[in-house]
């Protein structure tokens, strides 16, 4: 993360990862245009091509910025996504010391965590089934991320969908969003009545 | 040269978040594209998808083609024919284009592709970015002639640069030539379509006098011949073959003469015009970093952090590829101590710039052999080095 | 009376030719003037418009065709006059586009985007002027050289397959298809004019004599010997079976109008599978003036 002298964050690398069909490339889409429509950001997004693109391992990077965004791949990412146990193998290792972890809670088993890593966890496949349709689960995913890391307003979000997901199941995909993001928004509930209780009970 | 406003038919007026392949096709329906031949090649594909997709809401028409030699013969015809035309390939394809680009060449035909690059040689890095065929865009057909490339380093330049190919290639009827490359190309980042009514397009160079006195190549006051299309009643003839002012093949060294020459000079005189620059901090610069495309994104992170060690590098980026901007280089040559040339190939620019620095500065290139942008330390080395 | 006023020494097609090109390069005894001659008569006999037909020609003796036509006229590269056709014809839907050329150029270089028109029903006229061998360049071996014959590159006589360009081409879908020899010239025009009056892909094979290289080379006699041939071995079988067309060498030669048929053309499939997907979202294509203004 850099961040500049009045304690500001001026950019951020995100990895979204999964398998293919998971609608992971449609996540840095999402994210990117809602970053860089809506919010007055710079949102540069690359996916990674090839083989990896159709079945294993995939993913999409965002680099986030206040300023133009002048290296357009992320290095070390502060943020990753995670929706698959390949792609969590496969990316983890890059992961920022700092960095915040994301996962679908039924889907990645992580590691003892390494560093100061922080790990957010969404049963993001059972809500969208629940919903109706596993298809939604990157929604649930974009809903909680947007809960969680406070990157990205909630509605540029939403306003972000027309055209990338199909007329059709916007409603769907906007039901999904709000699912991910109300779980997020009361993890981070208990995180910090956990963290209050925690203090009391160390005092 | 007759500058009208673009037809909104073609424009998708908003702000969009868009790769550079999307908006490449973009820019060329703005710009009043309305004929694509192409041949599916990774990583330019999107361009196609986009047009074919765009272009029956539009007016015109999309063909997939057989193959690149297929594409760039149908492109041509289709000029002739009346329209503005473009394709979009990659590396692979480009090779096989070479020889109708010679032909568009001979025969002055407006005309747009946009380059994809890929690592190569060969089938090389299809996925992967590459500016290895900045060389093959000047030099790739066989012959003496001359061509325009401009090197986009956003999707939005993929926009704003694909409708100034179209504008140049009918002002100077020269096959102009877009050369981004995989990076660029499957980026997204914003891009702002204007509204039509700012986007400003030039019409063919449409001849408009007496029938009878019309000549193909018979050059006009700015050394630019008038246009024609077929179906017109002129009963004109045009050539591959070295030709007079009738378009009619004349087989002998004088003719030869002035064919070549005017298809050089047309551009070499009006260079000046053509060439756009971007240069930041050059006037106290010790060093200049030069690059193009993509690489100038990734040269200016390692530029910042020279700058803020003191160092005084200044930064020239080629927007325009081809022609070269001699003049500005040999200028800068005996003014800068050196210049630092990082490309996504093996040495192909750097050797212009040496060309033109003569001696008089230093040259240090930072190749990469592509697959990937430079790491911004390599750059940031060279300029080091530079200043060492 | 001048010389040049009297009728017998003008050239009684000279207003479809540009004369200032005239004598042209091609060699005496040489078929292509002769397809040239039914290619003027047929223009003038079906009264097409005149400004609305493009000729465009490849590399090779034939394609030096474009350069003599005083008609709108591409002389291309080698290979590459169908795709240049093709997008003539979309550029500009009321054109009749006719492609004159070899067949090395077509069928040898350009077999690729030869048959790809043919599949799509490109509206194009193609006229393959068939001398079974690359001439321009001194006689090499071709696609079309019959097994036995002598070519420059074949010293020993050729041993490959040649092709059985009516059978090629009804197969890859052309909707008219048609062969002919230098000697049926009557026969010549009136396919051309079937070709000039109907949509989609026609294609017309015209067996010439290359008298200079194909004829010497292998000990045929002049023009007038291979006209013989013709005349002994050609027979004419209309809606002949194209598979078996196949020419062997100084062997019979199965001529006729083999395929004709209906089928929607490139631009007549491209509108109607819009228009029925789109609706009025589609922008009919190519019934519109394509007026500069």
Partial sequence: MIINSTGELTMTEIRFSGFGGQGIIRCGLITGKALALYDNKHATMNQSFGPEARGSACSSQLVVSDDRVLYPYITKPEILVSMSQEAYDKYEPELREDGLLIIDKDLVKPNPPRGKIKIYAVPATRFAEELGNRIIANLVMLGFFTAVTKLVKPESMKKALPGLVPDRFLELNIKAFDKGYEYGLQTLEEEKTGATKAKAKKK | MKKVKADPKGVLTGVHYLDGDFAIAEGALAAGCRFFGGYPITPSTETAERFSARIPKVGGVFIQMEDELGSIAALIGAVWGGVKAMTVTSGPGFSLMQENIGLACMMETPLVIANVQRGGPSTGLPTLAGQQDIMQARWGSHGDYEVIALAPDSPQECFDLTIEAFNLAEIYRVPTFIMTDECVGHMHEKVVIPPAEEIEVVERKWYAGPKEEYLPYKLDKDGIPFMIKAGDGYRFHTTGLTHDERGYPVINAECQDWCVRHLCDKIRKNADKIIRLEEDEIDTAEVVVLSYGITSRVATRAVQKARQEGIKVGTLRLITVWPFPEKRIRELASLVGSFVVPEINYGQIVYEVERCAAGQAKVIHVPHCGGWVHNPDDIYNAIKEAVK | ?293
């Fill in chain 3, 1 to 293: 009376m001048k010389a040049e006023d009297r009728l017998e020494e003008r050239n009684p097609i000279e207003d479809l030719l540009r004369m200032d090109r005239i004598p042209h390069i091609w060699c005496p005894g040489c078929g292509i003037g002769t397809v040239v001659t039914s290619f003027a008569e047929a223009l003038k006999k079906t009264q097409i418009d005149l400004d609305k037909v493009a000729v465009v020609s490849g590399i090779g003796c034939t394609g030096r065709v474009a350069g003599y036509i005083k008609l709108d006229s591409f002389h291309t590269t080698h290979g590459r006059a169908v795709p240049f056709a093709t997008g003539l014809k979309l550029a500009n839907p009321e054109l009749k586009v006719i492609v004159f050329s070899g067949d090395g150029d077509l069928a040898g270089i350009g077999g690729n985007h030869l048959i790809h028109a043919a599949r799509r029903n490109m509206d194009l006229v193609v006229i393959c002027v068939n001398n079974f061998n690359y001439a321009m360049t001194g006689g090499q071996v071709a696609a079309t050289t019959p097994i036995e014959a002598n070519a420059s590159t074949a010293p020993y006589g050729n041993f490959e397959y040649p092709f059985n360009l009516p059978f090629l081409m009804d197969a890859a879908g052309a909707t008219y298809v048609a062969r002919w020899t230098a000697l049926h010239l009557r026969r010549v025009t009136m396919s051309i004019m079937d070709a000039l009056q109907r949509p989609g892909f026609s294609f017309i094979e015209v067996i010439t004599p290359c008298v200079t290289l194909y004829a010497r080379r292998n000990r045929l006699g002049d023009g007038l010997n291979l006209l013989r041939y013709y005349y002994d071995n050609s027979e004419i079988q209309h809606g002949a079976d194209t598979r078996n067309l196949d020419i062997s060498y100084q062997g019979k030669l199965i001529v006729g109008k083999f395929v004709e048929k209906e089928k929607p053309t490139f631009l007549d499939a491209m509108n109607q599978h819009l228009s029925r997907v789109l609706g009025d979202d589609y922008q009919l294509y190519g019934r519109i003036n394509y007026d500069r203004d």
